[in-house]
């Protein structure tokens, strides 16, 4: 049973290791010239250096004939320097070839890695635009932003270094032991038993060590998590005095973090000597039997001296094996990311429908319209129309789905069943870039980039010239405030988009939005972080914004949600009620409950108005 | 790097085991080579068997020392890399620990967080380089060129002409590479940064079809990054091959001098043989310190980063000579045209504010956010001290109480409730250790979590675990209330700290509240005007400056901003109410 399920398990790891190498070898295509090239002068580099030591050896045994004849006073007796000089022409022939060879691999095949590399984040980039937003439902953004940073990385590394010492390990190998065997069997074969020895001790410590090293890595989640715990909880720290206590906890955690490491790390430490001694061993018997070998004549002392440096050769890769076997893998893990990313299933790209921006009036209908992710439907069955020019609020709690509307809009989502029409033109039909070229979108959370005022601006229409973005942000009501920053419209806004206040920071998508011109606008009404001067201005903004344009808002404000020509109130992602302000009240269903349990003016951080807590019971009654 | 050396100094004894480890390796690295030239020089020429064996004895003998020496290595680098980041970490964390709000957030919690766990490993990592590759290289030049000169002085100078070379070529390497690497990192700084922005943005970016330019953005960034990396892997891997080029012409060099010396019968072949060995290994150490060079940068950027914290002077001092208040009872607070100014604002978030709340007061303070009403409540805890003015507690300076003691006296609850992993019991019991079973009772029972732990399955030893993910806004700010009470202080400030609460409760824990504080100061800091309706005073905070106080009513009729926020949340009803 259990020798099955590991066949299935090898099996399976097989197949996907299969795959991580075909998809990798999709990348490498354009550059097989140079991949053959860089891999052909490690297997010429490799041969040479395995050449080397018996080369030299040929000028140990000469000098060493030479000498002892010269020890021995024979007449006439010196070193013969014609042998000597043609020994050292080949080796000088053999290092030209091995130091070519080797910088040919380090610059032709550093070439194709990084070209390759490149391409790979390149590829990884566009994807990530061409994926349906979905994905980002169930992926969270970390993971897959680790996959750019880290994934690529690691193989970057892998490929650049761990490839070429495996490739290395292997050949070296191969030659050392073909030319062991070459020189004298009974040696050789002396000299192989270091090979199952050191797999044993290699195996025996890794098995052992892998436990302390899952031990450090719990006591490293540990320690990681008590650190945010205590760095998060600061405030309630200062606040009760328990700064002792906080450092006692932290102590205790990080003692164990270090006794756990220093085992981990002493433990793997001792695989490395443990081989070394095979090794020194080895090199003793074979160095005892080989200097018999040599007073009995069975071999030339320059072939012993070649033997013991290939020992020497041998051990190199055979203390790395835990070390390379552990980067493999995890080369092949992030391979196995990446390439699953890059396989994700694309939104299709094509429409049926030409549509131009100019030609279209901005109606929009929704026609039995019913959605919801995965078998659940949220929204059931959904008609409404918003007439050019009018402006629909979108009212509900936190969470309820208000945002639902603007990715079926947009098409981030398709619907399941109905259709949603801008001026009769089903969206299914359009093309997803001249679907989206209709419509603005503000969102409450802002996105700025690092990068000048004038470009976070600009983005909107990036074919708009210099007065157009003036005029939107004078639109904005944010003209005078960029005056006031130094540098004006060059001024930097930093990665954080932290040198800007939140408020100032939606006057600039609003800006965006502006220069777009778009036929239609979505909106999400600004609650928090707002000071009452920028609080009109954003008012006045968004006024302008939707005027003349259908407008769609996620709306928090009374004034809004009354104006609106449409209100449609949201509960569990579906549309429960539509209709004005004055009719909604009439109905005195959710709506009406809504308005009186407090729509605020100003709120705090945390999207308060309008929004319930979905966990605690609901009471609607004042106290 | 004195950081390091700061920390390496307490480890002195290990540090010298760790260098006396490093010469045992060394010892047997290049002694097998010896005695294997002695065997050939010795053993076979005078075709001496007995003497062979008793060599290989001593290779034997030498590779158990070395192998004890290799295992010691081991264990002072793991020791020492262990010890040392363990200190870094504890002493960073102490120092968190004194530091003020305004230290906080100036560097960034997630900063500390990567500062004291990431920083602190990278440093790990290169002192395992330094102890092993740094402390092995000079020991095995030293002990091999040493052995060197013993065997022959003609053949030492053709290696030690080979050393500057190298040295040049490690020197030529470090600096080339230094700013290359450096450059590469501010590059894929940048890549990932796009990326980042790429993901965040994803909605907006689509929405603007602006899918191309942030290609083309990444792209460029990612062609640069693509050059750098080239050029550092390229110079890496042309070193190696380089330097065993030179290494390889150093041999030829050797091989044709001692011919010449065979010849004139100055050398024996034995001697050449070690002289080869102990070259080969003295060039490959050599080659194995470049890492060091190749770690260096990473690791001095965490150093400086560690070191910056380090650094940083607590914002907040407790009083020299810390006046212990006049009597334990507090009978009010008092603001004394109080101004406050960040250190990094231009404008003051609060202007003149002066108030009294007495003992068995409820003050409450509304205002829209950016107001300043949260900056005004953290300073009576000293989160931040005033800029101008004064904050007095019975007539003595909040800046010349000891701050233990006086924040033992307040019960603060801030806006986000913040809860450890842990049971209730002993987040409740967070404010106080010593209290009675019953007072822990009576704290939830008010506080109105009674209910929700006791159907709990563990109850009061249910578990909270990290980020308190299994409680919801609501309870996580009722268990965060009854922390509070378990104190039992004098003053009670709460901020918004009923908003993740539905109105029933919310008037349920005020009721309970108002019947069980009869005697302390309560502070209130609102967004609902229904929470503070009775309060005994309300002050209206309006950028930073006091635009009306007084109780309900009377704002509602005087004070204009008063009653707009009040408009918007109450009914009709309400505001006819009182008019």
């Known amino acids: ?623 | 790097m004195k950081l390091i050396l700061r920390y390496l100094k307490r480890y002195k004894l290990l540090v010298l085991l760790n260098f006396i480890s490093v010469f045992g390796f060394a010892l047997t690295e290049l002694g097998i080579p010896t005695v294997i030239s002695m065997m050939v020089d010795d053993g076979v020429m005078q075709q001496d068997k007995v003497y062979l064996l008793r060599m290989g004895g001593l290779i034997a003998v030498m590779s158990v020392v070395g192998v004890l020496g290799t295992i010691l290595l081991g264990y002072c680098c793991a020791r020492i890399s262990t010890a040392v980041t363990c200190d870094i970490r504890n002493d960073l964390f102490e120092k968190v620990q004194t530091l003020s709000h305004q230290e906080m957030n100036q560097m960034g919690v997630s900063s500390l967080i990567t500062r004291t766990s990431n920083d602190a490993l990278q440093i790990m990592n290169f002192l395992n380089v330094i102890l092993r590759t740094a402390m092995l290289t000079p020991v095995m030049i030293v002990v091999s060129f040493a052995l060197v000169i013993m065997s022959s002085v003609k053949l030492s100078l053709i290696i030690a002409a080979t050393v500057p070379f190298i040295i040049l070529g490690v020197v030529v390497v470090a600096k080339v590479s230094g700013p290359v690497s450096e450059k590469q990192q501010t590059a894929l700084d940048g890549l990932n940064r796009i990326f980042k922005e790429n993901l965040t943005g994803l909605r907006v970016i689509r929405a603007f079809n602006n899918h191309r330019r942030e290609t083309e953005r990444f792209g460029q960034q990612n062609r640069q990054f693509a050059a750098q990396s080239r050029k550092l892997f390229t110079l890496m891997t042309s070193m190696e091959p380089l330097f065993f080029l030179l290494m390889n012409i150093a041999a030829l060099a050797i091989y044709f001098t001692a011919s010449f010396m065979i010849d004139q019968r100055l050398l024996q072949v034995g001697k050449l043989i070690a002289f080869m060995e102990y070259l080969f290994h003295a060039m490959f150490s050599m080659m194995l310190f470049c890492t060091v060079f190749m770690m260096y940068p990473r690791a001095n950027i965490s150093a400086k980063r560690i070191e910056a914290v380090m650094n940083m002077e607590p914002g907040i001092k407790n009083a020299d000579a810390a006046q212990t208040e006049t009597s334990d009872k507090i009978e009010k607070i008092t603001f004394d045209h109080v101004a406050f100014c960040y250190p990094d604002g231009e404008e003051a978030v609060l202007k003149d504010i002066s108030f009294t709340a007495r003992a068995g007061e409820t003050v409450a303070i509304i205002g829209s956010t950016g107001s300043g009403k949260s900056t005004l409540i953290q300073l009576i805890p000293r989160f931040y001290d005033v800029t101008e003015g004064r904050v007095l507690i019975n007539d003595t300076d909040v800046r010349q109480m000891d701050v233990r003691r006086l924040r033992e006296k307040i019960g603060f609850v801030s806006q986000k409730a913040n809860l450890f992993s842990g049971t209730i019991e002993e987040n409740i019991r967070f404010g106080r250790e010593d209290a009675s079973e019953e007072e822990m009772i009576r704290a939830a029972k008010i506080a109105q979590a009674y209910d929700f732990i006791m159907e709990k399955p563990g109850q009061f030893q249910e578990r909270i675990v990290e980020g308190a993910g299994n409680l919801s806004g609501g309870q996580k700010q009722r268990l965060s209330i009854a922390r509070a009470l378990i104190r039992q202080p004098q003053i009670y400030i709460y901020d918004d700290s009923f908003s993740a609460l539905d109105l029933k409760t919310d008037a349920r824990l005020r009721k309970a509240l108002k019947q069980e504080i009869t005697d302390a100061i309560v502070i209130i800091v609102a967004q609902r005007v229904s929470t503070i309706l009775d309060a005994d005073r309300i002050i209206v905070l309006d950028e930073g400056r006091v635009a009306g106080m007084g109780r309900h009513e009377e704002l509602l009729r005087e004070c204009p901003l008063y009653y707009e926020i009040a408009a918007s949340q109450l009914s009709e009803e309400e505001l006819q109410h009182v008019r």
């Open chain 1, 1 to 623: 049973m259990s020798v099955k399920k590991n066949e299935k398990k090898i099996q399976k790891n097989n197949k996907r290791i299969g795959y991580c190498l075909r998809c990798l070898a999709g990348f490498l295509k354009p550059y097989k010239a140079g991949l053959i090239l860089g891999i052909l002068m490690i297997v010429v580099a490799n041969a040479t250096f395995a050449l080397n030591p018996i080369v030299e050896g040929q000028m140990t045994t000469q000098l060493y004939k030479d000498g002892e004849a010269i020890l021995s006073g024979e007449p006439g007796a010196h070193v013969h320097f014609d042998v000597i000089l043609g020994v050292m022409g080949t080796l000088v022939i053999i290092y030209i070839i091995k130091t070519v060879s080797q910088l040919i691999t380090a610059v032709f095949l550093t070439k194709v890695l990084q070209q390759t590399m490149y391409d790979i984040r390149n590829a990884l980039q566009q994807k990530i635009h061409r994926l349906p937003v979905r994905y980002f439902d169930d992926h969270a953004f970390g993971d897959v932003l680790s996959v750019v940073t880290n994934d690529v990385d690691t193989l970057g590394n892998a490929l650049q270094q761990t490839m070429q010492r495996v490739i290395g390990a292997v050949l070296t190998f191969i030659f050392v032991i073909s030319m062991m065997f070459y020189i004298n069997g009974v040696l050789a074969c002396m000299a192989l038993v270091i090979i199952p020895l050191t797999v044993i001790v290699t195996k025996f410590f890794v098995t052992r060590t892998q436990k302390l090293f899952d031990t450090q890595q719990n006591t490293l989640g540990e320690l990681n998590g008590t650190i945010t715990e205590m760095y998060s909880g600061f405030n309630e720290i200062i606040l009760y005095n328990k700064q002792e206590i906080a450092v006692d906890k932290f102590h205790d955690v990080n003692g164990r973090m270090r006794k756990t490491s220093f085992r981990a790390q002493f433990a793997s430490s001792l695989i490395s000597p443990c081989i070394s001694l095979i090794t020194y061993l080895a090199i003793g018997c074979v160095a005892v039997t080989g200097c018999i070998f040599v007073i009995d004549g069975v071999m030339p002392l320059g072939n012993l001296q070649a033997f013991i440096r290939y020992i020497w050769q041998i051990n190199d890769p055979l203390s790395q094996i835990s070390q390379l076997s552990a980067q493999v893998q995890s080369a092949f893990a992030a391979m196995g990311r990446i390439f699953t990313l890059l396989d994700e299933e694309e939104e299709e790209q094509v429409g049926r429908v030409a549509v131009r921006p100019e030609d279209i009036r901005g109606r929009v209908t929704f026609e039995h319209v019913s959605f919801g992710y995965d078998d659940h439907l949220l929204m059931k069955d959904v008609s409404f129309e918003a007439k050019p020019g009018q402006t629909v609020a979108l009212v509900g709690a936190t969470g309820a789905g208000k945002t639902t509307l603007m990715n079926l809009l947009l098409r981030f989502y398709d619907v399941k069943g109905g259709a949603i029409k801008i001026d009769g033109i089903d969206i299914r039909d359009m093309n997803r870039e001249e679907l989206r070229q209709l419509f603005s979108l503000v969102l409450q959370d802002t996105w700025l980039f690092k990068g000048s005022i004038y470009d976070n601006i600009h983005y909107g229409k990036l074919n708009a010239r210099k007065d157009e973005v003036i005029h939107a942000s004078k639109m904005a009501n944010v003209h005078h405030f960029i005056k006031t920053l130094t540098g004006s419209y060059d001024f930097e806004i930093n990665e954080e988009s932290s040198n800007i206040s939140q408020g100032e920071k939606q006057l600039l998508t609003i800006a965006r939005a502006i220069l777009k011109d778009p036929r239609i606008i979505i909106l999400d009404e600004a609650t928090s972080s707002v000071d009452t001067r920028i609080e009109k201005m954003l008012q006045e903004a968004m006024n302008t914004i939707m005027s003349n344009r259908t407008s769609f808002v996620i709306a928090h404000r009374l004034s809004t949600v009354r104006n609106a020509d449409m209100i449609l109130v949201i509960d569990d992602g579906d549309i429960v009620e539509q209709g004005t302000h004055e009719e909604l009240l009439a109905k005195k269903g959710v709506y009406e409950k809504l308005y009186h349990s407090g729509m605020e003016t100003e709120n705090g951080t945390e999207n308060r108005p309008l929004s319930l807590e979905k966990d605690e019971q609901i009471t609607y009654t004042c106290v």
